[in-house]
């Protein structure tokens, strides 16, 4: 069953084999989810272009119980209607921007936990109304250009990062591939024995306890490849949590330099300086991550702080405007070491004649470098 889904997902999306194994894992498990308590909830992240829709449409065939909404027209009262419909299946949130956070955090909360896992609505009982609990325990799988902000509720979800690469992909339904999906649902005729999953590699628990579904299937199949990649993530996760740590801003900003930059060189790029206004930045993510990209509540000082601070990118004022400066590669350095995968990096790194040399040399490009007279623009 898992290596069915993989197979729908390498035709449809251009998701790495450990992005598409992780979700075809998750679709597996949600026939499964009377088993386990917690049940993760999933996240299908990326910007616009990157396979998140022709993702859903494959989970749509081979979750479980499964209830399609569209956060951009639907309401609290639907919403909540849409989750006890899907107690013990498979909630599916297309178009997860458009919703409001308070219904976002109410989904993830009131489905998450078995103990948890209700709402409550007013029925009338004769000449009286009284309150009547509904079950919501169950999975959600929601389709974002941006993760959420709250780290409490990130531990509540396994994410897959979709990224924008070259290629041919076709479009995969049940209409088109009746066969595989036929073939698919045939293999949930037993009920297994889940093997115990124990912390053997020092995960912090709501991690754990978050990725135990899938965790306890690649125990079970035997799959240690796979295995190995999600101890690798969890305990990257676990670091984030404990060091509390931001899991989106810097990475959404480099997105943005990326993007203004693409711009500004017009196909041409050098080793020269890059100066870009701060002031751009925002309408950009804006654009990419869409209007409730949680980044776009930090003030411009919290933002410029990061840049300065973590990325290291001097900020200083010409003209009455802010600019921040970098050489192409610094901005692929940091890239790298943050996780951002780009076409535009790569063909910037042949240009500049950096494919297969280890990390560019920041030493071009320092906090003291930017008040003196190289870090002058055309303009000046």
């Not at 956060?71 to 013990?88: C, P, S, V």
């Not at 389709?143 to 396994?158: E, T």
Request: proline content about 4%.
């Amino acid at each position: 069953a898992v290596d069915i889904v993989s197979d729908l997902l390498h035709q449809a999306t251009g998701f790495d084999e450990y992005q598409r194994r992780k979700i075809a894992y998750y679709a597996v498990m949600t026939h499964y989810i009377k088993d386990f308590d917690p049940f993760p909830q999933m996240v299908v992240t990326g910007t616009p272009g990157t396979g998140k829709s022709a993702s859903l449409n494959i989970l749509k065939g081979t979750c479980g119980k499964v209830v399609s909404v569209t956060g951009e027209t639907i309401t609290d009262a639907a919403l909540r209607a849409a989750m006890k419909e899907a107690e013990f299946g498979s909630l599916i949130v297309e178009e997860a921007d458009d919703a409001t956070q308070r219904d976002l955090e109410n989904t993830l909360v009131t489905r998450y936990s078995k103990s948890s896992a209700s709402n409550t609505k007013m029925v009338s009982d004769g000449r009286d109304w009284r309150l009547e609990k509904q079950g919501t325990y169950g999975a959600t799988i929601f389709h974002r250009r941006n993760l959420f902000r709250s780290p409490a509720l990130l531990r509540r979800v396994i994410i897959v990062r979709a990224k924008r690469i070259k290629g041919r992909f076709i479009p995969v339904t049940e209409d088109t591939h009746p066969d595989l999906f036929k073939e698919y649902r045939q293999q949930f005729g037993f009920r297994p024995t889940w093997p115990e999953v124990r912390n053997e590699w020092d995960i912090e628990p709501s991690i754990l306890d978050c990725f135990r579904p899938i965790v306890a299937l690649a125990m079970l199949i035997g799959d240690t490849a796979f295995l190995e990649s999600l101890v690798k993530e969890m305990l990257e996760a676990s670091n984030r949590l404990v060091e509390e740590e931001s899991y989106l801003e810097i990475q959404v900003l480099l997105k943005a330099l990326i993007t203004l930059t693409t711009q500004k060189i017009k196909g041409v790029i050098t080793e020269g300086r890059i100066n870009l206004e701060v002031s751009k930045i925002d309408p950009t993510i804006k654009d990419e991550f869409g209007p409730s990209c949680p980044v776009l509540q930090l003030s411009a000082n919290q933002r410029n702080r990061i840049l300065r601070e973590d990325l290291g990118f001097p900020i200083r004022s010409s003209h009455g405007r802010n600019r921040i400066y970098f050489t192409p590669s610094l901005l692929i350095e940091k890239c790298e070491a943050n996780g951002i995968e780009d076409d535009c990096l790569i063909e910037w790194k042949v240009a500049l004649g950096m494919a297969g040399e280890g990390s560019p040399t920041t030493e071009a490009v320092s906090q003291d470098d930017s008040s003196s007279d190289a870090w002058r623009t055309e303009e000046e």
